[in-house]
Every structure is written in C-alpha cells, then in structure tokens.
C-alpha cells in the first residue's frame, strides 16, 4: 500500500564504510528524487531522476552516486562515508518533471555514521 | 541563486491560539507549496497556490499568496495538538527544482 518506500529505516555504520538506500513508488510517477535533511530540519535536493534520466545533480560529493533501474525505483549509494554524512535522507517521486509539481515523499532513512 | 526564506524558526503557542508563519522569495514566483512534517515523520504536501492574491482555506488553516506573488503565508487558526510539527514553504527554483525554506518548527502547550 505504502506509495514511496525506502529501506531500510535506520542505518548506523562506521566512518569508510559504504552503504545503499533503496527507494521504490508504486504511484506510476515519472520523476523520483533524493533530498538531504539534516540536523537543523533543513531539506536539501541532491539529484533528480525523469524516466531513469538524471536531470538534477546538486553539488553533492562524489562519493554519493544515485542509480534509477526503472522509473519505479532510484537507489542511493554512498562510497567512504562521513561524520558529516549523518543526517536523514529522503526519496520523493511526482507525476512529472518541474517545479510546480506536488512531491510525495518516502518515510526516510536515519543515517547515523560514528 | 533563488532563495525561499521562512520566519519565524520556532514558535511555541498554547493549545488554542492562533499560529503564521511566512515565506519570502527575492523573485517573483509561479507558485508556491505548503509540505507539514510531523515529528519523526515526512514532508506530506498540503496546497499549491497559483494566482496572485490567491487565498485558500483547508478547515482552520489559511493560505494565502501574496499580490507580488513574492511572499506567501500559512495561519493556524485556534491550534490543535495535532497542528504540532514543522511546516515547510518551497518555490520554484528554474523550471525543475523545488527550493524549501528552512521550515517553521510549531510546538504547542497543551
């Protein structure tokens, strides 16, 4: 039933270490994306994905490299990760691409790296 | 580049009062949505407004868009415990991406 998933939910890991996230809507939506919000509640875009295309890449390091199998799903992999890594990271999909479009946003994954 | 700006940062009212809180842009906008986020939960979208003046009305909560269409303001009518959490504006940024404000944290005395 759930629109935008994401797994897992929490995800403690050590400095260096490399993880995924994974994301999936069953909306039939286009556009999928991945915002960064951290401690101060502030949401940041990192990319953007139309069709599996990429169209919003925000200066976000490159450890950070997203993958869109299909237009259901956009997966998020962090290579060497760090202290500053720490925040809570959203996936969001919309019917379509623009910025006067309504996003739906997924339960978010807890990143906390010691 | 385009920034959305949201005041106040925090406010924390008696359950029953009245709560505001705005959103200003530098540049005019096409629109402008309203996202609340409950604690521990996520961003669920609440309005688009359009049209310059533009004002909307969801039960005790009224949003309103400025005539210049460069600001825009949510009030709270007479507050709930249920009203508690954070409440985002976001505007265009170009044609593609959707810049949130930084967010108004509402904490409400029961």
Redesign the interface.
């Given at each position: 039933d759930t629109a935008v998933s994401q797994t897992p939910k929490y995800l403690v890991t050590q400095m260096g270490n490399d993880k995924s996230i994974k994301c999936e809507q069953n909306l039939g939506h286009d556009t999928m994306y991945w915002y960064k919000q951290d401690s101060?509640?502030?949401?940041?875009?990192m990319f953007?994905y139309n069709n599996k295309e990429l169209?919003?890449n925000e200066t976000v390091p490159n450890r950070f490299s997203p993958k869109s199998p299909d237009k259901a799903h956009l997966n998020l992999h962090i290579n060497s990760l760090e202290l500053g890594d720490s925040a809570v990271y959203?996936c969001a999909s919309s019917p379509s691409?623009?910025?006067?479009?309504?996003?739906?946003?997924?339960?978010?994954t807890r990143l906390l790296v010691l | 580049g385009q920034q959305v700006m949201q005041i106040p940062q925090y406010q924390h009212v008696q359950e029953g009062e009245d709560f505001t809180t705005y959103c200003n842009s530098s540049t005019t906008l096409s629109n402008i949505q309203w996202y609340k986020q409950r604690p521990g939960g996520h961003p669920v979208f609440l309005i688009q407004l359009v049209k310059s003046g533009e004002v909307k009305k969801q039960k005790r909560l009224t949003f309103q868009f400025g005539e210049a269409k460069k600001n825009s303001s949510l009030h709270i009518t007479a507050t709930q415990t249920t009203d508690v959490g954070t409440y985002f504006c976001a505007g265009p940024r170009g044609a593609q991406k959707l810049v949130f404000g930084q967010g108004t944290r509402l904490t409400i005395n029961p």
């Open positions: 101060k509640k502030f949401l940041k875009i953007s169209i919003i959203f691409w623009g910025s006067q479009e309504t996003q739906y946003f997924g339960p978010g | -």
